[in-house]
């Protein structure tokens, strides 16, 4: 090979390289800062969310993470965002809930209704699988005790009470408090995929993520819910700029 033919093959090379590694800046880029993929694990959003959804996750739209933070935020976290976020007591794990009360606001359920500033929420999200309810009692066990009763509670700054619309079957701050404002990742934006199938839990063996892709595999076209391909997340209810979301404001 001539020295012109290899340095053109260099070049190529360098030209191929060049564009793979801006490539991969782009991608984690975009994940870091733009959007984020993230699976439905359990039935605490249903009936919004269901079990093996695969959402995407916007995560520019309350601003990038960190010292970024308040250069470019398209506007700040509402009460009806569903919103991904770090689990507090364990922040290697994501949830994804409603934000249902905000800093400086008092939040109180009783009967299973919650209320904000005194003034009862409408919540037409909402899903109660269990009709009974528990009365306010501290001998009751949790989550018996939590889950349908909470004193008056006002929310610290920079903090959010989030809940689940499946409320009878979802963990959130009624349990363990509320969600610091860096834990927040991002806001739910759309599914773009769903299979019916619980995906494998976080932490699962290599042996059950290889279970779960044989099934995925196998029944790729009998179980894909092809009608929530593209669903925008919570769209019948979302955040709308202008428009109180509880009381009659």
């Keep these: 090979m001539s020295a012109a033919a290899e340095q053109r093959t260099k070049s190529t090379a360098r030209e191929y390289y060049e564009?793979?590694?801006?490539?991969?800046?782009?991608?984690?880029?975009?994940?870091?800062?733009?959007?984020?993929?993230?699976?439905?694990?359990?039935?605490?959003?249903?009936?919004?969310?269901?079990?093996?959804?695969?959402i995407i996750v916007n995560k520019f739209i309350y601003g990038p993470p960190g010292l970024l933070g308040g250069l470019a935020p398209m506007r700040d976290v509402a009460r009806g965002d569903i919103i991904v976020f770090r689990y507090p007591e364990n922040p290697g794990i994501d949830y994804v809930k409603r934000v249902v009360a905000l800093p400086g606001e008092t939040i109180s359920i009783k009967d299973k209704k919650v209320s904000i500033n005194?003034?009862?929420?409408?919540?037409?999200?909402?899903?109660?699988?269990?009709?009974?309810?528990?009365?306010?009692?501290?001998?009751?066990?949790?989550?018996?005790?939590?889950?349908d009763q909470l004193a008056p509670t006002t929310i610290?700054?920079?903090?959010?009470?989030?809940?689940?619309?499946n409320r009878d079957h979802s963990s959130d701050s009624r349990y363990w408090g509320t969600v610091p404002r860096p834990l927040i990742k991002g806001r739910a934006f759309m599914v773009y995929w769903s299979f019916d199938s619980a995906p494998a839990p976080p932490g699962s063996s290599v042996r059950d993520r290889i279970r779960e892709l044989g099934t995925v595999a196998i029944h790729f076209f009998t179980r894909t819910r092809?009608?929530?391909?593209?669903?925008?997340?919570?769209?019948?209810?979302?955040?709308?700029?202008?428009?109180?979301?509880?009381?009659?404001?």
Excluded: C
């Design 19 to 54: 564009a793979l590694l801006i490539a991969i800046i782009f991608v984690n880029f975009a994940r870091i800062f733009v959007f984020q993929a993230f699976k439905i694990p359990s039935g605490s959003m249903e009936d919004n969310l269901k079990i093996g959804d695969h």
């Design 118 to 147: 005194g003034t009862e929420l409408n919540e037409p999200y909402v899903l109660w699988a269990d009709e009974s309810i528990y009365p306010p009692s501290e001998f009751l066990p949790e989550p018996q005790r939590s889950r």
């Design 156 to 165: 610290p700054a920079g903090r959010y009470f989030v809940m689940g619309d």
């Design 226 to 249: 092809w009608s929530r391909t593209f669903f925008i997340v919570d769209s019948k209810y979302h955040y709308t700029p202008g428009v109180s979301s509880y009381g009659n404001e």
